[in-house]
């Protein structure tokens, strides 16, 4: 939803209240959130999503989110160890 982002927020919510255990749909909210600037709600998103799939081959998609959103939240320390971690899951990421 390119230059709409807050509806695209909108219709995540709604995907994830369908199937509260769609992984996915939790990191693609989270990252939606934090696009538009609700970084505390955005990491309590990924850390959902985290927790529901923690074994994901795509984790790293996930950290590396969580990683970009600690730094928009000022959080750095904790960014720079998302950020580890996703590396450490795919080292080219």
Request: hydrophobic letters at 45%; aromatic letters at 8%.
């Amino acid at each position: 939803m390119v230059g709409r982002q807050d509806e695209g927020a909108v219709l995540l919510e709604r995907a994830v209240q369908l199937d509260p255990n769609y992984a996915i749909g939790w990191t693609r909210l989270a990252a939606s959130k934090s696009f538009i600037g609700k970084a505390d709600e955005a990491i309590e998103h990924y850390e959902r999503a985290l927790r529901l799939s923690p074994r994901d081959p795509r984790i790293f998609i996930a950290q590396a989110g969580m990683a970009q959103t600690c730094i928009v939240a000022g959080r750095l320390d904790e960014a720079s160890a998302w950020a580890a971690r996703a590396l450490q899951v795919h080292p080219k990421f």
